[in-house]
């Protein structure tokens, strides 16, 4: 299987595309366009955004990102759109069962979806998989479903389940696991020196258990049990033994933000490098049209078994979803604005 996009999504400027981010992309035609604060006004101006964006690529299924988890990681904001509590608050939620928590998670990630399709996004990145461990960096902190890795797996479907009925494809993220992590990846290279069997146990096991998720995103981290060189974005031995080994995740794989300082080298020797470690997609969040042209000539055409993940993936947006007739979105709300107030 083949298709005429570029294996890369790619961020862009401001609320509309400049002349030359439209060449760029009638050019390089990227797999997906991911959107950030710097790209967000109002719902007309996001649906203008996304639409040109597929008409540009030809392609009206075209892959829109964004990371709106709730919480610290919200693109879309008040007063335009509603405050969607962090993973942690339904985790922190008090005198819940076990099933009673995933409903509410459910729910919420059902609100989300509501919320991405009214304005042409069609992928979410979240849910957070990682498990925080002691003496772990914040950057996970309330982004995380706890620290019990088969809670984590248990509500991470739920918001899996809910992003899909909603007509959403979900993100897990970071495989295999950023929870040890005691640096921000943002701004250094993080390295665990965790054993496997600890790692196997913990880190790896909420991904293991949503193996059959479409799409996760990579950690930029070192696991010195596996390789002590190359953070696993760009590590053979971590893409091939633990994501599509000992986790078993087959689905469409793309990298964590490319602009992240944890990554050394140029944007092309970082490209390259993640194709050769068995990547699928690379993710290039901001707006250079120079690291973005690295980016874009250094990604391959989607083809063979990472165009087949891609495709798998789309088809879930078009398949029937009978439980999205039943939901009731005034109730959904006030559940989860409930379960909010709880984990006060």
Partial sequence: MSSDARAFTTGCAGLVLTSDERDFIRTYRPWGLILFGRNIQDRAQLSALTAEFRDLVGRHDAPVLIDQEGGRVQRLKPPQWRKRPPAGAYARAAGLSSVERADLVRAGARLIARDLTEIGVNVNCMPVLDVPAPGSHDIVGDRAYGDDPSEVARLGRAACEGLLAGGVLPVIKHIPGH?????????????????????????????????DMPLAMTAHVVFTAIDPDRPATVSPAVVRDVIRGAIGFDGLLMSDDLSMKALGGSFAEKTEALFAAGGDIALYCWDVLADAEEVAKASPVLDGRSAERAARALALLAAPRPEAMAFDPVDAEARVHSALAMAR
């Fill in 179 to 211: 929870g040890r992590a005691r640096a921000d990846s943002h701004l250094a290279l993080p390295v665990v020196e965790a054993s496997w069997a600890e790692l196997e146990t913990s880190d790896f096991a909420p991904f293991r258990a949503l193996a």
